[in-house]
C-alpha cells in the first residue's frame, strides 16, 4: 500500500469513527449526564446551589433525603452559584440536597378540552371532573408576533354592558385596564362580561386572590352557563410567587392557542397587580434594588412582556381582547403599577369607590375613563352622543357644590339646567343590574335617545330666551 492509499484510508476510517461517535452521542438521553450540584443555602424564597449550571428560566429538581421532591426553576445566578425558586411550598428542604438540572423547555399544554375545566398555575385539574387529556403543546412564554403582521382593530365587541359597549366601546383585540380599589365591584364587572360577551371563548386567570373568592367566583359569578365556554386559571394567594407568575402566563398562552384556531378570545385577569407583586416578591429575594415604592425594575419589563401577548393574530381571524384588573390600593390612581399599566393598555375603566357606595352599580368613573380606540371603531353620531353625555356628567360635576347648597339659581345657564334635569336619567342609563344583558344596539339606541333628548331641551331654552 503506498502513502498515499495509506494516508486516505486512515482519514476515511477516522471519518467513520467521528461519525459513529456523533450518532451515539445523539441517541444518548442528555439528561442522563446532568451535572448535579448540591443546595448549600435558602433565605427566605430563594434557594442557592452550587455544583451544576443551568439557564435563567430553566428547571431543576431538589431531591432531599427524605420526602417528596420539589420542583424549582433558576431566576438568576452570581459566580458559580445559582439561584432558584420553587414553583411551590418549599418544605422538606435540607442542607446538602441534590439539585438536578432538567433540560425542560417551559410548555402549556392546550386545546378543547380544557373548555369548561378549572386548573392551577402548573396546568394540573382543580375541580373534581377528572384528568384532562392535551395532545398539543404551546411555549409558556408565547411567541412574538411581528407588529406588522397583526390585523387591525376594526369591529367592536359586545359585551352586555350598556356604558361600556356606548360610552367605552371595546374593540376587537384590545387590551383594557379595570382600575378599581379592593372591594368596588372589579369581580362582578369581569363575571357580567364573561356571561354577556359575544366572544367565542373566555379565558379566566384568577391570579393571587382569595381563595374563597375563587370558588365564588366560578360558582355564582360565572355560572354553570357561563362555564360552558370558559377555561379558568386559578393561583390563589397562597401560591408560590412563581405559581401566580406561571398561572398568568398560561392563562395567557391557551388565549393564544384559541386565537391561533380562529377564535375570538376574551381575556379576563384578575389581578394585574398579584402579577406585578409576584415578579416584585421574586426580585427582591435575590437581591435586586427596588426603584418606585418597593418595586424593582425587573416588574416594569414583565408587565408589557405579558400584555403584549394579547390582541389580534395574523389575517387568520382570531384576536385576543384582554381586560385586567387593576388593584389601586387605598385608591391611589398615581401607584406606581396604576400607572405603568396606564401607559401600556389601550384604554382604562375606572371604578369608583364614592359610586359605590351610592349604590350605583356598575359604578363606572365615566368621566375619568377611556378606550382609545374608540374613534376607529365606531360611528360618528355615536361618537357625538357620547361627547355629549360626558359633557353633562362633567357639567354637574363642577357646579354640584353649587347646587348641592342651593347656591345656583336654575336659568343662570342652560347647561347646568339640562344637566341637572337630566341627572337621574344619566345615572339610571350607568345603571344596570347583575343579570341584565343589554346588547351593543340597544346601548346604542338608548344613548341616541338622551342625546337628542338633551338637544331638544337647549333648542327649547334658546327658544325661549329669544322669546
Do not use: W
Not at 95 to 112: C, D, M, N, T
Not at 199 to 225: K, M, P
Not at 247 to 258: D, H, N, Q, S
Not at 381 to 395: C, D, I, N, W, Y
Amino acid at each position: 500500500m503506498s502513502d498515499k492509499q495509506e494516508s486516505d484510508f486512515l482519514q476515511s476510517r477516522t471519518q467513520r469513527i467521528t461519525s459513529q461517535i456523533s450518532r451515539l452521542g445523539q441517541n444518548i438521553a442528555p439528561h442522563r449526564y446532568q451535572v448535579e450540584g448540591r443546595l448549600s443555602k435558602v433565605v427566605g424564597l430563594r434557594l442557592e446551589a452550587r455544583g451544576c449550571q443551568a439557564p435563567v428560566g430553566g428547571r431543576c429538581q431538589i431531591i432531599p433525603p427524605v420526602g417528596a421532591e420539589i420542583d424549582a426553576e433558576v431566576v438568576g445566578f452570581a459566580e458559580d452559584k445559582i439561584f432558584l425558586m420553587p414553583t411551590d411550598s418549599g418544605l422538606g428542604l435540607t442542607p446538602e440536597a441534590r439539585v438536578l438540572p432538567i433540560p425542560h423547555s417551559q410548555k402549556a399544554e392546550v386545546g378543547f378540552p380544557l373548555l369548561g375545566r378549572v386548573i392551577d398555575g402548573a396546568g394540573n385539574p382543580l375541580d373534581s371532573a377528572g384528568p384532562i387529556i392535551l395532545d398539543h403543546a404551546v411555549p409558556l412564554a408565547g411567541t412574538p408576533i411581528n407588529p406588522l403582521s397583526k390585523a387591525s382593530i376594526e369591529e367592536p365587541l359586545d359585551v352586555g354592558i350598556r356604558s361600556i359597549n356606548a360610552l367605552l366601546t371595546i374593540g376587537r383585540g384590545q387590551r383594557l385596564g379595570l382600575f378599581a380599589g379592593s372591594g368596588v365591584g372589579k369581580s362582578t364587572l369581569l363575571g357580567q362580561m364573561t356571561r354577556h360577551t359575544e366572544a367565542e371563548i373566555v379565558v379566566v386567570g384568577l391570579i393571587g386572590e382569595r381563595s374563597r373568592e375563587v370558588r365564588d367566583f366560578i360558582q355564582q359569578t360565572l355560572g354553570a352557563e357561563g362555564m360552558k365556554r370558559a377555561v379558568v386559571v386559578a393561583t390563589p394567594a397562597d401560591s408560590a410567587p412563581l405559581a401566580r407568575l406561571h398561572g398568568a402566563m398560561r392563562a395567557t398562552a391557551i388565549a393564544e392557542y384559541f386565537r391561533e384556531q380562529g377564535k375570538n378570545v376574551l381575556l379576563l385577569m384578575d389581578s394585574l397587580t398579584r402579577f406585578a407583586q409576584a415578579q416584585r416578591e421574586i426580585a427582591l429575594s435575590i437581591g435586586e434594588m427596588p426603584v418606585a415604592r418597593g418595586y424593582p425594575p425587573s416588574v416594569f419589563a414583565k408587565l408589557p412582556q405579558l400584555v403584549e401577548r394579547a390582541g389580534n393574530g395574523d389575517d387568520r381571524g382570531g384576536s385576543i381582547t384582554a381586560i385586567y384588573t387593576v388593584l389601586a390600593e387605598g385608591d391611589d390612581q398615581d401607584d406606581p403599577i396604576v400607572d405603568a399599566a396606564r401607559a401600556i393598555l389601550d384604554g382604562h375603566i375606572v371604578l369608583s369607590r364614592g359610586l359605590a357606595e351610592s349604590g350605583l352599580y356598575p359604578a363606572i368613573d365615566i368621566e375619568s375613563s377611556v378606550s382609545r380606540l374608540m374613534t376607529q371603531i365606531t360611528d360618528p353620531a355615536q361618537q357625538k352622543s357620547a361627547q355629549r353625555f360626558l359633557q353633562l356628567m362633567s357639567t354637574y360635576t363642577q357646579n354640584q357644590d353649587l347646587i348641592n347648597v342651593g347656591a345656583y339659581n336654575p336659568g343662570t345657564d342652560a347647561e347646568i339646567d339640562i344637566a341637572v334635569s337630566m341627572r337621574r336619567q344619566l345615572l339610571d342609563f350607568l345603571r344596570q343590574g347583575v343579570d341584565d344583558r343589554i346588547d351593543m344596539g340597544a346601548s346604542c339606541d338608548a344613548l341616541a335617545a338622551l342625546y337628542h333628548q338633551s338637544i331638544g331641551q337647549l333648542n327649547e331654552g334658546v327658544h325661549h330666551d329669544a322669546e
